[in-house]
């Protein structure tokens, strides 16, 4: 049944290209799903570990710097009188190396800080986000400031025989953030099912107990800082190739917060969460625009926000979801289970 | 008591907050197989001992070893992986998960697979996933809550919770388990099944730490008692010298209560 809904929803989300003529609506549909795809990498860390990063915008930023200055090339003064020369590489490296930069930096910003949970942790993940910014503004010679990094090439894919497909129309592009969205989707599903998912069910739950029965506290926040800033600097890179000019504003504290506003919505802790949440706050500003100024536009997200919260308190999807299984069990009584029903039951 | 080869040594321990002196100087010793109770009255040091043997609290001097591996400076999670797993007084459970989910992450120590391997969903992954499965069952049926299996931890009794506690504790596989007043709001029959339940423990070769304010029981139960008071150990004996120990029934079961 959860199948079904699933490739269901993919077939529709797939289809929407052969339909769609809009231009603009495609486009506001390709930047909505990029930023889906930072929720969900959010909603790893949010939702299923329990830490809230509210600096989540910079391993999206990284992501994208990285991407744009690898595919650009750079000449910068290393301290000594050095220069270090980069040439242009391809920009499907730079997509690698935003997500093995960002990631490392997740290590970082997870070793560092989750010896000092809770609010200790939002606040070193804003002061992270705001110091890169910083040095995204200030390191002229590097990012050109707040002039932007222009010109940033379209992702190129090598298709092997037939040289490279370089994706420039929206359709294309679409598609490519779709196929990264579900990877990152199964990637997030496979993880939070596993073992390890269990392990961050309950430290969030029980971080005492977790403790005592083995579970490694640092090890396993740690795994999920990583893969969630890995995540996000997919997204990143996939932002600048499309986008294709970035400056300092990427790592402005309103992102973070947009990505925070999908996952709360939409349910954090559930994986189709962020996905809905994604969905309506991307594409509600596209629906607002021609009877709304933008100022009075974040005064309408605020108060769609406090409506979906008052009438479903835990997010969309989970508090939907709850009502369907009341809904189901209300009829049927849930039968008591015996051993070989659950010693035989397949993994997830 | 005979020639038993000790499992758990707790040497000169003591543990101070500032001022305050929680245990003074704690030294006694845990034979391989059994069933040893602390008791004491309400602030007596019990919890902070229990604390101290696993990783939760470093003492302010002397040493805990584990099958004569010093215990100084592990952490939490590398003590359980001695095999020596622990109970709570309250936090017992995973409150939103259910009762066979909370069995899996109590399952941590025998389903360490490679993430990577996870991910991609290899063999030997999904292998391991079906052996916690049925070793999840197992572990449900031994404590008798097969019919709970789906409920939310955090929605069942009290009683209950305990027992999910100590099936938690036994999915770590332990070789030594520390009980934290395990039959506190269990009623007279939920605490006789309990009672069989640590006897089916300790026969398959677990060792057994307790602390339970429950007089009956812990008499039943114990092959040896150590009574603390105010940090320090006042007595140490089999159930039968510590019941007509004049210190004991002075300090804490009062005047006349030698026939509890």
Redesign the interface.
């Known amino acids: 049944m959860r199948a079904a809904v699933t490739i269901l929803a993919v077939a529709a989300l797939a289809s929407v290209p052969l339909w769609l003529r809009d231009p603009y609506l495609l486009n506001a549909l390709i930047t909505t799903g990029i930023f889906v795809i930072g929720a969900m990498s959010l909603n790893l860390l949010l939702g299923f570990t329990g830490q809230l990063s509210l600096g989540h915008i910079a391993f999206f930023g990284i992501g994208a710097y990285v991407s744009a200055l690898t595919s650009l090339g750079f000449d910068i003064g290393l301290p000594g009188g050095f220069r270090l020369v980069h040439t242009p590489w391809p920009p499907i490296l730079g997509f690698v190396l935003a997500i093995l930069i960002a990631g490392l930096c997740g290590y970082f910003v997870g070793l560092l800080s989750f010896r000092v949970r809770g609010a200790y942790f939002v606040i070193v993940t804003i002061s992270f986000a705001e110091v890169v910014r910083l040095v995204a503004l200030n390191w002229v010679e590097l990012t050109q400031g707040p002039l932007a990094l222009t010109n940033i090439p379209f992702i190129a894919l090598p298709l092997p025989g037939l040289g490279e497909l370089t994706l420039r129309t929206k359709m294309q592009n679409y598609y490519l953030v779709l196929v990264v969205a579900l990877i990152a989707y199964l ?1 997030i599903a ?2 939070v099912h ?3 998912g ?2 961050m ?2 430290l969030m ?2 971080e ?10 640092t090890r396993t926040l740690t ?1 999920a800082a990583v893969i969630s800033a890995a995540i996000a600097g997919a997204a990143g890179s996939l932002y600048a190739h499309y986008i294709r000019i970035i400056d300092p504003e990427v790592f402005a504290f309103i992102n973070t917060v947009t990505m925070v506003i999908m996952v709360i919505s939409g349910g954090k802790g559930s994986l189709a969460g962020p996905v809905v949440g994604g969905l309506i706050f991307g594409l509600l500003p596209v629906a607002l625009r021609p009877v709304m100024a933008p100022e009075a536009q974040w005064i309408a997200y605020g108060g769609v926000l406090i409506a979906i919260l008052f009438v479903l308190p835990r997010g969309i999807v989970p508090s939907l979801a709850q009502r369907l299984t009341r809904r189901r069990s209300g009829t049927t009584a ?1 039968a ?4 070989t029903e ?2 035989a ?3 997830a | 008591m005979t020639a038993r080869s000790i499992a758990m040594t707790i040497d000169q321990v003591a543990v101070r907050f500032g001022g305050l002196v929680a245990i003074s100087d704690m030294s006694f010793e845990v034979g391989e197989g059994e069933i040893v109770s602390l008791i004491g009255p309400n602030g007596a040091g019990k919890t902070t001992a229990f604390n101290v043997m696993t990783g939760f609290l470093t003492p302010s001097a002397g040493r805990v070893a584990y099958r004569n591996t010093a215990l100084a400076g592990l952490k939490p999670h590398e003590i359980a992986d001695l095999g020596l797993i622990r109970t709570f007084q309250r936090t017992s459970v995973f409150p939103n998960d259910t009762v066979y989910d909370n069995l899996l992450i109590g399952l941590h120590r025998q389903g360490r697979v490679r993430l990577l391997d996870a991910i991609l969903s290899l063999p030997g992954a999904r292998a391991s996933e079906r052996k916690l499965r049925q070793r999840a069952g197992e572990l449900l049926e031994w404590v008798g809550l097969e019919r709970r299996a789906h409920d939310a931890a955090g929605s069942l009794s009290y009683g209950e919770q305990r027992l999910v506690g100590v099936a938690l504790a036994l999915a770590a596989e332990p070789s030594m388990l520390l009980l934290d007043e395990p039959v506190s709001g269990m009623n007279a029959s939920e605490t006789h099944r309990f009672v069989e339940l640590i006897r089916g423990i300790r026969d398959r070769g677990i060792t057994i730490l307790l602390v339970e304010h429950d007089m009956p029981m812990v008499m039943t139960v114990s092959d040896r008692i150590v009574v603390l008071n105010y940090g320090r150990i006042i007595a140490e004996g089999t159930p039968e010298v510590i019941r007509n120990d004049p210190a004991v029934i002075e300090a804490y079961l009062g005047h006349g209560a030698g026939r509890a």
């Not at chain 1, 008591?336 to 051993?339: A, E, G, I, R, S």
């Open positions: 990637l496979r993880l596993s073992h390890f269990r392990s069910r309950g739950e029980n005492t107990l977790a403790v005592s029965v083995g579970i490694d506290v795994i849930l008591p289970v015996t051993l659950t010693g039951k397949e993994p």
